[in-house]
C-alpha cells in the first residue's frame, strides 16, 4: 500500500476484508493490446546516451527522474521529471516517478550497459490496482508496462524492485555528470530545435490571447491575475504548462524583474510586462517578453524608453554568429544602454569605467540559453558558458530592459514607475541567428497596430 494512503487512516474507509480484496482482484477485462510506437525523441536520446558513456569510460553513474513533490499532506505537484532524464531517454511529461537510469560499465568491453527501472503498473489482482494513490490504475489511470516503455524509448527496462542495492535511486548525479548534461545541451539537435519552435509558437498563440482580455483585466481588482490566467490556461490547453511562473507585470511592477505575484490591478495608460512561456509536452519551453501599453497607446516617455531597448536588442541580434563569445551578445546590449542613458542624461559620471554605473537600471544579464530548462545548461563551467564560443544550434534568449523603480531617487522622476523588457529566443545557424519569435511583434508601431487588430 502506498505510503501516503498510510498516513491518512483517521479517513481511511475501504474494507480490509479478505473477501473484498479477492471480490477486487476479480472479473476485470483484459486491457486491449497497446501498440506502441518508438517516441520522436528516441534516437536523439540514444545518441545523447552514447556520448555520455564515451564522456565517462568505466564509471557506474545514474540519473533520476525524481520523485513526487508533497504540495500538501497527501497531495503532490504534477509530476515533471527532471531535465537531464529527459534529455536522455525522451520521456516527457508525467513520466515517470521513482524511474532512475543506470549506466553500468561492460566487463572488458567498452561502453555502458543501460537500463531504466521503472515502477511496473500494479495489474488487476494487485491490491494497489485500487489501493495504491500513487501508482495504481483507479487513481492515476493506465500506465504503460516494462515492455511498452523499452518499445517507446528504445531502452532496456526492469522492475525498480531490481535495481542493485548499491544504487541509491534517489542520488543526484555527480558535478561531473550534471557539467557534461549542461554542456552537451548547448547545442541543440534538430528534434530540440522543433521542439523550442512549436513552444515559441504556442507561446505567441498565448500573447494574441492576452490583448482581447485587457478590458477586462482593466476591470478586475486583480488584472495581473487576468491576465495570468488567460495565459497559463492557453499554455494546459496547447502544451503541458508554463515553463516557468508568468510575469503579468503592469505599471511599476514592471520594474520588479521577477514579479510573479501578479496580484496587481491594471490600469489605462500604464505599460504591462509580460514574460511567458508554453512548455510543450516534450517539456522545452520558450521565454518571450513584450511591453504592451494597456490601452494600446505608447504615451512619448514611454515609448523613449521603449525604443532604446529595443535598439539594444537589435545590436545584440546583429552581432550573432558562430565564433564569437556569448558574451559578446551581452556587451553589445549594455553599449547601447549606456550610451543612450548617457544621452539622456541619466547615467551619473563614473571616476572607474569598469563601474558602470548606468547598470542601476539594467541589473540582469542580456542572455541565458533556452531549451529543457528556462535557463538552460545552468551547471556547465563559466568558461564554456559566459564566456564560451557561439556554434550553429545554440538557442538563447536577448532581453535587454531598462526599470525605473518607484523609490528610485536617482531616477528623472517622470521615469519613475516604468519598466520596459524586450525578450526574444533565437537559434545560431551557419551563418548568422535566427529569431524564432519573430511572428510577435516588437516594434512599437507594429505593437499598437497589433493590438488594435486583436483589441474586442
Known sequence: MNDKDETNKARTTRPTTQEFKDFMGEHWAPHEDVEVTRIAAAPYAAERRARLSDLFPGTRFSVPAGELKTRANDTDYRFRPSSDFTYLTGLGIDHEPGAVLVFEPREGAAGHDIVLYLVPPAQPGDEGFYSDPAAGEFWIGRRPGLAEFEAMTGIATKALADLPASIDAAAEPGEDIRAALAEMRFVKDEYEIQQLRDAVDATIAGFERVVPELPRAIAHKRGERVIEATFDGHAREEGNAVGYETIAAAGPHATTLHWISNTGQVRAGDLLLLDAGVEVESLYTADITRTLPVDGTFTPLQRRVYEIVLEAADAAFAIVKPGIRFLDVHLAAMEVIEQRLTEWGIAPAQEDPESKLYRRWMVHGTSHHLGLDVHDCAE???????????????????????????????????????????????????????????ALPRDPDEVEAWMKRLAR
Open 380 to 438: 556547465a563551467k563559466r568558461e564554456l558558458y559566459l564566456e564560451g564560443v557561439l556554434e550553429p544550434g545554440m538557442v538563447f534568449t536577448i532581453e535587454p530592459g531598462l526599470y525605473f523603480q518607484e523609490g528610485d531617487l536617482v531616477a528623472p522622476e517622470e521615469l519613475r514607475g516604468i519598466g520596459v523588457r524586450i525578450e526574444d529566443d533565437i537559434v545560431v545557424t551557419e551563418d548568422g541567428a535566427e529569431n524564432l519569435s519573430a
